[in-house]
Structure formats: C-alpha cells, structure tokens
C-alpha cells in the first residue's frame, strides 16, 4: 500500500498530560507518551510522572481534550484549494448577488487565464434557477469562466470557455443556455483546469492541505480519475503531500481495470485502489443520480454510466490483482446495479475474496433494506457525507425537491447500515461540502430524520477509524500503544457520552460507564477548536497565539 508520508526529522520522545485523551486504552487517560512516530502509551496523571524524567518535551494540555486525527474520506484537494483560494459562491442567496460575485472576481483578477468558481445552488435561490449563458457572458465580461454546481455534476460556463472546446456542441450533456453534464460537462471541465498553471495548482493543493491540518484532520483519501481531474494533478499531489509532514493522502484513481495491466497501472499512479469517483450515475440535485422512479420535479430518471455486467467485470479484475475497488453510486436503481455487480463478481472470484479486498462505496445515499443487506454480505465499505443531509434533507431541503418527501425521507440510512455491520467511513467531498470533522459528526448524531441518527461515538469512529479501515487499515485512528501518532489537540467544554435516541440518557458523564467522553455536539453547541494537530509524530499545525 502506498501512503504519502514526509521524509522525517529525528523523532523526539514526548510527554503530553494534564488533559483528556481520547483513547480505549483507558477511559480515564489525561496522558500519553509519543515515541518514534508512534503511540507508546497512554494513562493516568499519576503515573505519567514516571515518564516526565526521560522524554525530550513535556507539553502541558491545561485541561484540553486529545483525539485521534481526523480522516477525510473523500476530498478533492486541488478543487478544494481552488475554491478556498478562488470564486466561492456558496454564500449567494439570489442569482442576481452570485452574478454580482462573478463581476466583482473578474475585474479584481485581470491575469488569470480561465475564471474558477464553485458553490452555487439555484434551489436555495428565489430565483429557482442558474445563470443562463448569456447572463453569465454579461457578467464575465468576455473572459472564459467555469462554475460548477455544488455537487459539481453539471456546471455553467461561459461562451470564451466553450469556445476553447469547439466539439462540445456534439456531445451528450451539451445545452445551449442550461447548465452543461455528463460528457459535455468532463470536456468543459477539463478545459477550464488545464488552463490552471502548476504554480496555481501547487498552491491550491497547499491550501486545502493546510485547512485540513487547521481542523484537526490527519489523512485525506484523494479521489481522482479521468472524468474529474489528469494524471498530472493527481501524481503532482502525492509528490507535493509526500515532501510535507503531512496531512497524509492516500489517492484512489477512479478508473475501469480489466486485468493485471490496469492493475499495474493504477499502482504506478501511485493509488491505493481503482475506487473514489467511478461514476456510476451522478447527482440529485444534477438530476443525474440513477433512479428506479422519475424524479418528482422532472420526467427523468437520472444517468447510468456503468451497468452491472461493468461492474462486475471491475471488481472481478481489482480482486484477482488485490486492488481495493469502488464506485460513486447514489440513486437507488445505481446502487442496485453495484449489488448486482459485485455479488456477480462474488460468484466468480469467491465471495470470501470479495470481503477480504473492502471494496468501497462512494455516497451510497439512496439505499434500501435491500441493499444496506447486501452491503454487510459483501463487505462493502460505505464512504458517505452527512453533511450532505445537513444541507440538503428535511421536509424542504432539495431532497425533497427533487424526490418528494416519501423517499427523501429513506436517505442516508446511518442507523440502519450500522445495524447491518457495513462500516463506516465519513468525509466532506470537499469542496462539495466544506472540510469539517466536528460538523459532519454532529450532522450524523442529528440527522434530519430522526430514525437515521448514530451516536456521537459511532459517528466519532466513523470519521477517524472508519477512514483508516476503508483503505485497509486496522492499526491506526486510534490512540493505542504501537498505533501511529497522529493525533488533535482541542479546546473543548466538558465532555459527554451523547445517544441518538431520547429513551437512552442523552448525556452521562457517570465515569462508571468507562465510556470516554466527547464534546457535546448539541445543536448550537460551539464546536471544538484545534490547537495542535500531529501526524506520525510531527506537528503539523499549531494555533496562532496558543
């Protein structure tokens, strides 16, 4: 397997104490010793004076709490740099204050070759509709301009970017004024990021590395592949990460394998697994996603990009090579065709082999009893985005804009996959929705159906072990003795024991329970503020004027 991880400096021996650490170890931990890299051990206030002689640095935690690092199991970094450091729309209310924002960007940055934006969302705007070519040619002032939507599965661009992909009129996806999919959209993309220097795209990469470690996250999964970035930009993030202390990236390249070939090839890439993006439909909102039933709001049901004849023959091919496989499915008629798939692939290559390989599951949003069932038989590892209910689910959400409340009400069945024994891994699919650990626990633990809620602790483990499992992992996300040191520091209130459900003790700080506690993640509660965060033993960002 294959991780990005700096050269490293000599490693110190470090006491931290006086706080809580989050560790299964000891319920009770306020301590812990990192040496070479690595969680040596952790335990009492007491008997860490034992240690405070012969290590190289003590740090006094006052009373902060220590977790395990974060890992994002979705991210796409260079985008992710591009919008922190680009055209963010996501905080227009109206289609007339986006435009305004495109304005505003294109007369402060004159030099810029192609105009990148991102974040709009036209079912939150009165308006109830995108920019139409010709307003956003006004607005653009003739300079090539690409803006995806949020869930970046359609996008609108401007008359100077199409020109530069003269056969995009032929192709599937090509509309004159609405937004652009599928293959017209992949071209347009591709244009308006080719036109992003290196300079431009190692300092976006920085960026979105850099917020990362700023939040407490220790290890981002990459997921790259033809359809949404170039080989150049995924092997130039791996060097870029493996010079840096961190944060670590493991990079899936979402690409079809039909032998050892292929397989060697997605290993020279430097991925850990032919998984990540390997659409097999697209998006609710882009009304791309793949569905049994038309969409309540459009007489359409979605785009199938890969059957299951497609997908068996990947899965078969990735678990003959010992590749990890994966899919983005989210509609329901998409995630039974991966079914389908993979239980075909199963009888040919053996089910226990299926199970052995974690195949992944990107989204896995639109899932039924049915499905959820045959993830825990097949092993299959959901990689999902709670924030996604956070901004999409409820009664008026854009779930049930584009579902009707009936089925929108079936999304993101947390509690239900849990029950079934299918892991768990959480991320952002930044900059779809922004990096955010503590965010996307509390959105789990207050999902907007109430039925799909998890605890606090199994959305916890979701987003710190659940990522390391996911890329085959059972030895890190945790603070052990012997597991990597990648750990957060944070100011946090008094932690609790939080339940999902009102006919269990929402909270307990009963120390009887030997349940660590977590900081409360109520509605409305400050969320936890990192202070350090640490990978491998190197400290990889500390607070300013902490």
């Known amino acids: 397997m294959t991780e990005s991880t700096a050269p490293q ?25 990192v040496e070479r890299g690595h969680v040596a051990w952790v335990g009492s206030e007491g008997a860490a004076d034992a240690f405070a002689g012969g290590v190289d640095e003590v740090i006094d935690l006052d009373g902060a709490l220590v977790t395990p690092a974060f890992t994002d199991a979705h991210v ?40 990148l934006g991102h974040g709009w969302d036209a079912t939150r705007w009165p308006e109830g509709r995108p920019p139409s070519r010709s307003e956003l040619d006004a607005a653009a002032g003739g300079r090539p301009v690409y803006l995806p939507r ?27 004024e609405a937004p652009l999919t599928a293959a017209a959209h992949h071209a347009v993309r591709s244009a308006a990021h080719g036109a992003v220097s290196p300079l431009q795209r190692a300092d976006a990469q920085r960026a979105a590395l850099d917020r990362a470690a700023s939040l407490g996250i220790g290890t981002v999964h990459e997921c790259g592949g033809p359809d949404i970035s170039d080989e150049e930009d995924f092997t130039a993030l791996l060097k870029l990460a493996a ?38 439909d697209g998006s609710l909102g882009s009304h791309t996603a793949c569905l049994h039933e038309p969409y309540a709001d459009a007489s359409l049901t979605g785009a199938a990009h890969l059957d299951a004849g497609q997908i068996a023959a990947h ?18 008629a998409a995630l039974g065709a991966v079914v389908d798939g993979v239980r075909a692939a199963a009888d040919r290559v053996g089910l226990g082999r299926v199970r052995a390989a974690r195949h992944r599951i990107e989204h896995a949003e639109m899932l039924t009893p049915e499905t959820v069932a045959a993830f825990a038989e097949l092993g299959l590892t959901a990689s999902v985005q709670p924030a996604f209910d956070a901004a999409w689910g409820g009664e008026e959400g ?70 390391w499992r996911a890329v085959g992992r059972d030895d890190a996300g945790t603070l052990v003795p012997g597991a990597p040191a990648d750990y957060a520091v944070w100011r946090t209130d008094d932690l609790v024991v939080q339940a999902p459900d009102d006919r269990v003790a929402r909270w307990s700080t009963d120390p009887r329970s030997g349940t660590p506690g977590l900081p409360d993640l109520s509605p409305g509660a400050e969320l936890p503020v990192c202070l350090r965060t640490v990978v491998f033993g190197q400290t990889v960002y500390v607070r300013p004027n902490e």
């Open 9 to 33: 400096s000599e490693h110190r021996t470090v006491l931290l104490r006086g706080g809580d650490v989050h560790s299964p170890a000891d319920p009770f931990a306020t301590a812990m010793v």
């Open 76 to 115: 796409h970094t260079t985008s992710t740099g591009l919008a922190l450091t680009g055209l963010d729309l996501s905080g227009a209310r109206t289609l007339d204050e986006a435009l305004a924002l495109v304005r505003t960007y294109v007369a402060a940055h004159p030099a810029d070759r192609v105009v």
């Open 150 to 176: 949020i869930d970046v599965h359609s996008a609108v661009a401007s008359t100077a970017l199409l020109d530069l992909v003269p056969s995009v009129t032929s192709m599937a996806g090509y509309h004159p």
């Open 243 to 280: 010079g840096r202390p961190g944060p670590r990236v493991f990079g899936y390249w979402a690409e079809q394998v039909a032998d050892e070939k292929d397989a060697r090839r997605i290993r020279e890439l430097g991925a850990v697994g032919a998984a990540g993006d390997l659409f097999v």
């Open 315 to 332: 899965v078969a091919a990735c678990t003959e090579a010992g590749l990890q496989a994966g899919f983005h499915a989210i509609g329901d």
């Open 398 to 467: 854009m779930y049930a804009q584009r579902l009707g409340a009936g089925r929108a009400r079936t999304l993101n069945p947390y509690a239900a996959l849990l029950r079934a024994g299918v892991p768990l891994a959480f991320g952002s699919d930044s900059p779809v929705t922004p990096l955010d650990p503590w965010g996307t626990v509390r959105a789990a633990a207050f999902h907007r159906t109430p039925e799909h809620r998890i605890s606090v602790r199994a959305g916890f483990t979701a987003h710190t072990r659940g990522g």
